[in-house]
């Protein structure tokens, strides 16, 4: 592949990037990244890797725009409400940069789909609401061998990790989902929405170091940050060899759906 | 003592376990904490027998469940 003059010119303060440089482009042109849900991660996220030029990006998300995401799912626009967030994504990431192929998935990711929808991807974000998914998103792409982002928030705090195959997942940190309204649900305690452009610009680097390969991963560590003091700590995690599904001997070998917990929006989910 | 708690220090006198530092620093649900003590995971179950030692280093990792909301 070779670059064409106008590939050149969009992507020219990536490509004055010693770490990214022509070939580096080429490597985040011919990406493919799923994002699931396109909300308030979703959407910092599906912005800037579509400006950066990821080549396929799948949206996975059931839902349609409401008038509360408006606030932090900065993709949505006011016209969108009652939009499919999947189709009001589409046309956001195509008007930054119409050589994105885009795949839309308009529904919720669950144990029976999910193998099928990151069977074609290199990278998968976890941009989810609640703990069944992201437990999900976790299980299948270990099984899967495929690397993904977690990222959560919640009031003023955020978390994120990046996993590839053989380093620590989710589940070696957190072994099981907490029991239903054991915590407190984001429609209950509230986010900044900033928090979500924060957190999600930071999972958009990590995919865009992935493709580019340079740098270091926030793999086997945790960042977690505050914004109300504003600090941000690195918690060094090692690979849990008793991991319920990445450890040697693996008691979950087979993906379930858990009872959905978190972030009942208006009940739709 | 001194325990690197989140990565800043507190001082204690005596002796305190894993359960009692979490009722200190007002963890709120520390039945859904996560707790990592010197690079190792504290099973639930140890937490009130775990006591903690001078320069130990230790971290509450929280579920933070929200993203798509
Ligand atoms: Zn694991």
Known sequence: MSLTDEQL????????????GIEGQEKILNGKVLIIGAGGLGAPIALYLAAAGVG???????????RTNLQRQVIHF????????????????????????????????????????????DFIIDGTDNFAAKFLINDACVMAGKPFSHGGI???????????????????????????DAVPTCSQAGVLGAIAGMLGT??????LKFFIGKGELLVNRLLIFNALDMTFRNVTLKRDLNCPVCGQKPSITALTDYE????DLKGQR | MKIKVNNEYQEFDGEITVSELLTKNNVEMPDMVSVQLNG???KRDNFSSTSLTDQDEI???YFLGGGNF
């Open chain 1, 202 to 207: 930071i999972q958009a680097a990590e995919t």
């Open chain 2, 40 to 42: 190792e995971f504290v």
């Open chain 1, 154 to 180: 919640l009031r003023f705090d955020g978390q994120t990790l990046t996993h590839t195959p053989g380093n620590a997942c989710y589940r070696c940190v957190f072994k099981e989902p907490p029991p239903k």
């Open chain 1, 9 to 20: 010119e969009r992507y020219s303060r990536h490509i004055i990037l010693k770490d990214v």
């Open chain 1, 260 to 263: 959905q917990a978190a972030c």
């Open chain 1, 78 to 121: 006011t016209p969108d409400i009652g939009k499919p967030k999947v189709i009001s994504a589409k046309e956001k990431i195509k008007e930054i940069n119409p050589d994105i192929k885009v795949n839309t998935y308009q529904y919720l990711a669950s144990a029976e789909n999910i193998s099928d929808l990151i069977k074609g991807y």
């Open chain 1, 56 to 66: 396929t990006i799948g949206i996975v998300d059931g839902d349609l725009v409401d």
């Open chain 2, 59 to 61: 971290n509450f990792l």
